[in-house]
């Protein structure tokens, strides 16, 4: 990939630039995004009032409810009965919303940003952040009183008021004591440090690991903005797996000096050692690495499905269409990029030779636009063309 920005894509990449840079501002209280990062990203919370003023919320409470219903998204009811908690799993039924109390239940409806156009757009309002760390929108719709009692979270996240008013508590906490009676992660002691009403537009940044509560005061939505961060292990575990795809050790285990034995249970040393020297041959290097990490990150959700056109368009209807309006990758779609490789939905695809700068611009953008598309060489639409075929996007006028 070319170190440096062609002038013309150049030009509209400050413009861009600038314009977003303003756009977080506002979302972050008048604050660059600079200063939030030193100040307050992984160190500490931040309460911005009238983030996005007037913002009362693309979902109502009918809404939710169709979502929960659905069998391809992830949604959970958390109901409190005085200190006794319940925990259910979706897909739910009408039926289900009909039998709930008049207080104290919440209903979670997670990713929401897979399902709907709506939810993509609030979602992006956060591409100041890197898309390799943010992870999904989830939105509860919380009766009065209700919530999910006090917890922690191993990610960074933002609550954003949708309509109503909750009530967070919150604060640095050195007791993670979980209640192991419920079945929830609730803390067994909470000592928050701060208390505040949040109101429609009103936004709480919380860096991991900020003991949390948030109370309904009235019928309200909370849209949660979440950004992925693997643990450790899970991240070997995950890596150990994709090196099975990529090593190829030769030869097999031998032993023609191998002599009679009189423990027939025993591992001898002999075994060990030949065992051990075979596996120190696995190799693995920093373009190994990063393979993984843009085919992980980029890798969708066990849930998430894509939907190919029904009747997809010839090559070249699909080029004009391209050229006429542009195209837009699908909300489900992951388009990450490194120096060496493009990452499309977990599969790692070579820089073409030419044409590598407009397939950025269309990563970080995730649109592209007519005069852009129609001026891609043959390689690049090609390849377009075949993620049209896969469902990963679509031209701009559907």
């Known amino acids: 990939m070319p170190d440096r920005l062609p002038p013309p894509i150049a030009a509209k990449a400050k413009v861009q630039t600038a314009a977003t840079n303003a756009a977080a501002a ?16 992984q160190k500490d919370a931040l309460l911005v009032r009238g983030a996005i003023p007037g913002f009362a919320g693309p979902f109502s409470a009918a809404q939710l409810s169709r979502l929960a219903q659905r069998d391809d998204v992830e949604s959970r009811l958390v109901v409190r009965d005085g200190t006794r908690w319940s925990l259910a799993h979706g897909p739910f039924r009408r ?6 109390p008049a207080r104290n239940w919440t209903l979670l409806v997670q990713g929401a940003n897979l399902h709907t156009d709506e939810g993509d757009a609030l979602l ?7 898309y390799a760390r943010l992870d999904d929108l989830m939105i509860s719709y919380a009766a009065p009183g ?9 990610y960074d996240v933002f609550l954003l008021q949708g309509f109503g008013r909750r009530r967070w508590r919150y604060g640095r906490q050195d007791d993670c004591t979980l209640d192991e009676r419920l079945p929830l992660k609730i803390l067994k002691r909470f000592a928050p440090a701060r208390d505040d009403v949040l109101g429609p537009g009103d936004m709480l940044y919380l860096p991991p690991h900020f003991a949390h509560e948030g109370t309904a005061l009235e019928a309200c939505t909370t849209y949660s903005i979440g ?10 575990t995950a890596f150990l797996d994709f090196l099975r795809d990529e090593i190829a050790l030769p030869g097999r285990y031998a032993d023609p000096d191998l002599a ?11 075994m060990r050692s030949q065992c051990a020297r075979m596996l120190a041959r ?8 990063a393979r993984f990490l843009g085919c992980s990150l980029s890798e969708p959700k066990p849930n998430v499905f894509f939907a190919p056109p029904a009747a997809p368009l010839p090559r070249a209807a699909f080029a004009r269409a391209a050229a006429r309006h542009g195209v837009r990758l699908d909300r489900r779609t992951q388009l990450l990029y490194d120096n060496h490789h493009l990452f499309i939905n977990g599969t790692a695809q070579p820089w073409p030779a030419a044409g590598a700068r407009t397939l950025a611009q269309l990563a970080d953008r995730r649109t592209l636009g007519a005069r852009d598309a129609a001026a891609l060489p043959a390689p690049v639409a090609a390849l377009l063309h075949d993620w049209y075929r896969d469902g990963f996007l679509r031209p701009d006028d559907e």
Request: net charge positive; charged share 20%.
């Open 282 to 289: 696995i190799r693995w290097d920093a373009a190994a690495v």
């Open 260 to 270: 009679p034995t009189r423990n027939p249970a025993q591992i001898d040393a002999a």
């Open 95 to 100: 039926a289900d919303f009909k039998a709930l």
């Open 26 to 41: 506002a979302l972050l209280g008048g604050r660059q995004v600079a200063a939030f990062l030193a100040r307050h990203w």
């Open 124 to 130: 992006r309002r956060f591409a100041f952040l890197p």
């Open 146 to 154: 209700g919530g999910v009692g006090p917890h922690l979270d191993s």
């Open 227 to 236: 950004f992925r961060a693997a643990g450790a292990n899970e991240l070997a």
